[in-house]
Structures are given as C-alpha cells and as structure tokens.
C-alpha cells in the first residue's frame, strides 16, 4: 500500500517528466511549430535546421511524455501535438517567460525596435477592417499550416510566392499579413514587400491559436 508520502513522491515525479521533456530549447521550438499544425520529421528539420536523426531524437522524446503523436503515411512520418492543451501550455509558457523574465522582454524589445517601419494591427481593428472590407487578410505561412488552421476570411499566399502573387491582391484597401505569431519574421517580410510595392500593408503579429481564443470571447 502506498503511503502518502510515496504517492506524492510518484505524483511529482511524474510532472517533471514534462519538465525534463522541454528541457531542451530545441524541443520548445519543435511544439512551437507543431502547434502551426501536423508536420513531416523532413518539414521539421528544414524549420529548424537541425539534422533529421536529431530532430528525430527530441520528437522521440515529447513522445514519451505524452505531448506529441505520430502516424505514418506513405514513406512519411507525421507528427502533431496531443491535444489543444499542449497549445494552451505553450502560450502560458511563453506570457510566464515574458512576464518574468528580463531576457525574454529585451529580446523582443529589440526585434519591436529593429521593425519599426512596420505598422500593425490589433485583433480587434482586424476584425472590424475586415467585416467593413477595409482590409484583406493574407496568411503567408506554408500552405499545409493553411490548411490545417486559419483565421476565416484569410488567403493563402505563402511567402515565398508572394513576389510574384502581388498583382491579385487590391490596391484599394489594406492588406494584413500574418503567420506564427510575435516571434514569427515572415509576416514582418510579407509587409516590407508590400509597401516597397505601394501597398498599405500591416501586420497581425497573433497567430491562428491567439484568434481562436479571442473569437471565443466574441
């Protein structure tokens, strides 16, 4: 029979099996993608240019302690998250890191800084641009994300085809990009290419999860 000291001991043993599994930035950065949507071990290590039997390691690892799943199709391996809880973790580990720690506000400090030239736009005005057709919304993440997840009403231009997809955008409204969040530089590309190009462009620096949980308060 267990005692209660022994089933404590057994509890929080088990909790730090989560900790000991983003214990490795890497593996951070690893769910912080997935949380985009399911991706190849191939797809992962192009992100993350990292080699495959390492990305291959760490995702072996977030498997073993229930964060992660896998399935294979084809001559492929897929892996995403659990659940949406891993998502909902991911978000709170990250306002708990701003919020505390000093190096995590300088950091993005200097990436606000080294954007200035870039204007944004907050939930609430994108929502309100959009339902007045003020604005068009463009996600230029990889199409797969796209698919797995968007904000409704946004159009799929991944960056990398957006040079030559400028002509199908309008010039008479704004156009709003965005991608993976605040960390994310796509977006910030997408913009600089739009007003080079006489566009009014801005940025969202929220990502599909952030616009879930505000519509849910809507």
Known sequence: MYNER???DLLYQEFARIGKSI?????????????????????????TTMSVANVSQHLQ???????????KKGNYVIYELVDVGVT???NSLRTLSENQL???QKIKQEFMNSNLDVNGVSLEELKEKMESGE???IDVRPKEEFNESHIPGAVSIPIEELNEK?????KNCEVVAYCRGCYCLMAVEAVQLLNSHGYNAFRLDKDVNEWNQFAETK
């Open 88 to 90: 909902e973790f991911l």
């Open 23 to 47: 214990s490795s930035p890497k593996r951070i950065e690893l769910l912080d993608l997935l949380s985009q949507g399911p991706k190849t071990v191939e797809a992962l290590t192009k992100a």
């Open 135 to 137: 604005a068009i919304l």
């Open 166 to 170: 400028l002509a199908s955008l309008p």
């Open 6 to 8: 022994n089933l404590k």
């Open 102 to 104: 000093v190096e995590v």
């Open 61 to 71: 690892t977030l498997s073993n302690s229930k964060l992660v799943k896998s399935k």
